[in-house]
């Protein structure tokens, strides 16, 4: 069965530095989205993403957040100055779109570690 | 005011018994649709269960059913059966809004706080 993928599954990185979170989503899918959870608590929208354009964000999602879809198959995060409650997992999900009762297929999530 | 609401932090179940997770939600969207996700200690998502609410019919996928009671707005998740490897967090999520133009509803999932299930031997 198609599966979302994401990498690295576990990135550490120095605050205040960039970083990019990957996504490929399942390849006959129309919808992107990214969701983050921090440890313990639960999962929250940031973005969604369709037809190359953001179609909704969340507070979360201000300007030091951005996505991308660079080539067709690649859906990406980038964070530009993290912080470190940027500390959490991130989940790339994908939807197909053609009906109502689909689920978004999730990844296995990016554990973003902000030291 | 929270939008899904899972009072219930953590429960406990024997094997092979039923258990039912508790979900709310709130919105005021006609159309709407919500879903049951597990998350195991792993930290994927896996998802379980979807209810329309235009469903007639409560729904189920094999040990998994959804008590869908819309006047009360709860869609309580039942899992008959229990198994060890059913221990683990499980999400109620809503969906709204976010239509294209053929109907089909692309809209955010909004997650309740989660529900710990621990199913002993």
């Known amino acids: 069965e198609p599966e979302v993928t994401q990498t690295p599954s576990h990135q550490v990185t120095q605050m205040g530095q960039e970083v990019i979170l990957r996504c490929v989503p399942i390849?006959?899918?129309?919808?992107f989205y990214w969701y983050r959870q921090i440890l313990g608590q639960k999962v929250e929208f940031l973005v969604s993403?369709?037809?190359?354009?953001?179609?909704?964000k969340s507070e979360i999602f201000d300007d030091q957040f951005s996505v991308e879809r660079p080539d067709g198959s690649n859906f990406t995060l980038k964070i530009r100055s993290t912080k470190l409650e940027d500390s959490a997992m991130y989940f790339c999900?994908?939807?197909?779109?053609?009906?109502?009762?689909?689920?978004?297929?999730f990844g296995d999530g990016t554990r973003l570690s902000i030291l | 005011a929270q939008k899904i609401t899972q009072t219930q932090p953590g429960m406990f179940v024997q094997e092979k018994e039923a258990v039912t997770l508790d979900c709310t939600y709130d919105t005021s969207d006609p159309s709407y649709g919500l879903f049951w996700y597990k998350q195991p200690s792993s930290g994927e998502m896996i998802f379980l269960i979807y209810q329309g609410s235009y469903d007639q019919q409560n729904a189920t996928e094999g040990r998994y059913s959804l008590n869908f009671q819309k006047a009360r707005k709860s869609a309580n998740l039942v899992i008959s059966a229990s198994q060890l490897g059913d221990s683990a967090m499980y999400f109620c999520?809503?969906?709204?809004?976010?239509?294209?133009?053929?109907?089909?509803?692309?809209?955010?999932?909004?997650f309740g706080q989660g529900t710990i299930l621990t199913v002993h031997p």
């Open positions: 390849s006959n899918h129309l919808y």
């Open positions: 999900a994908s939807l197909r779109g053609e009906r109502g009762n689909q689920p978004q297929h």
């Open positions: 999520a809503m969906r709204e809004g976010g239509r294209n133009a053929g109907g089909t509803s692309y809209g955010k999932l909004t």
């Open positions: 993403f369709y037809n190359n354009e953001i179609s909704e």
